[in-house]
């Protein structure tokens, strides 16, 4: 116990969201020092990271589908999960490196949160990635707690909170009351489906062929979840799938919207699945303290409303709701050595 204090004197502990779109991390009594795409860009064929492990991050992301035939972007997390080990292993390494520098004499130990859905497996890749990459030791904080723990809600009282938290990979509804969850359900339809709808969306009706970006670009300009007063437009750019040559077409903030429904209305309804399934006592509760947004994708315009009247609650959404998950665990990693025991370590698998 002393040789664990005096070595937490002297290394840093970090908390991460390690998310399908942006890895946010977080050190003990700093705050979030880091916001990076979760992006590596490698040789092709190869896992090894180009310029000497320092294109991961903004530099790789501004590389997506714009590589030369030699090199590959990759995004190494699919639906908030771990598809590529090595890469994903390269990427943390990179982050801690970066966020602890030269000075720090330990290994950190190190929070990092999880979807609520994800499988033993799927657990144990995040450990060993972790682990390759340079902590000393490895915490799973499931990202519902750390949502609501981030964006200020009282779970640990006897009284319920509801959190939604729609990141780029998965959406995580969660009830809690008494410090930890009643009801959860977890959904791999968020941010990164809504840039997907919009995909097929320019390629099935302007046979356009556009990119991630480009399509994200899209959502956060002119997309919306419900009627907005101003309905704007404007120009996307791509290949035409017809002639194969650059082209750019006009489209309305309207047409985004109706493209946008069919991953909305999975997300609603994993939202009014989550209700019918809390306890009558905790559904009370829910009628005075509502629903709290959390996560990238709660930005999106209009989606407080439409959530509103599918449930008849009052919707609110998170101060800075992007950073949420992350500042979460910055909160829990201040009260560690109180709270450890409720967190999943390495040492459990």
């Not at 995909?199 to 959502?219: D, F, W």
């Not at 999106?300 to 959404?317: C, E, I, M, S």
Request: some cysteine; overall charge negative.
């Amino acid at each position: 116990m002393i040789l664990d204090r005096l070595i937490g004197i002297f290394s840093v502990d970090m908390g991460i969201d390690l998310g399908t779109c942006n890895t946010l991390v977080a050190v003990r009594g700093q705050g979030i020092v880091l916001n990076e795409p979760s992006v590596v860009a490698v040789k092709k064929g190869t896992n090894q990271v180009l310029k000497n492990g320092q294109a991961v991050g903004w530099v790789a992301k501004e590389m997506l589908g714009k590589t030369p035939g030699s090199i590959t972007a990759i995004r190494p997390l699919k639906d908030g999960v771990i598809s590529d080990f090595e890469i994903t292993e390269a990427m943390l390494s990179y982050f801690i490196r970066k966020v602890s520098g030269k000075s720090w004499i330990f290994h950190p130990r190190v929070v990092i949160s999880i979807p609520s859905g994800i499988t033993a497996v799927e657990k144990r890749a995040v450990f060993d990635s972790a682990e390759r990459a340079g902590a000393r030791r490895t915490y799973l904080l499931e990202e519902p707690i750390a949502a609501a723990i981030g964006a200020g809600l009282p779970f640990g009282e006897a009284t319920a909170s509801m959190i939604v938290d729609i990141g780029g990979g998965t959406t995580e509804v969660a009830i809690m009351s008494l410090g930890d969850i009643a009801t959860c359900e977890s959904v791999r339809v968020a941010g990164d489906d809504l840039d997907e709808a919009i995909i097929a969306h320019m390629r099935r009706s302007y046979n356009l062929m556009i990119g991630e970006q480009t399509a994200e670009r899209v959502k956060i300009e002119i997309g919306s979840a419900a009627q907005v007063e101003d309905e704007t437009s404007m120009d996307v750019r791509g290949r035409d799938m017809i002639s194969g040559l650059p082209r750019k077409t006009s489209i309305t903030s309207t047409e985004v919207r109706e493209a946008l429904q069919e991953p909305l209305n999975a997300i609603i309804e994993t939202v009014t699945r989550t209700l019918e399934r809390v306890e009558p006592e905790l559904a009370a509760d829910l009628v005075e303290n509502g629903i709290m947004l959390a996560g990238g994708g709660a930005l999106l315009r209009g989606l407080p409303v439409v959530l509103q009247k599918a449930t008849g609650l009052d919707v609110r959404l998170a101060e800075d709701p992007l950073t949420c998950v992350a500042r979460g665990t910055a909160i829990y990693l201040e009260n560690i050595e109180e709270w450890r025991d409720t967190l999943e370590s390495d040492m459990d698998l």
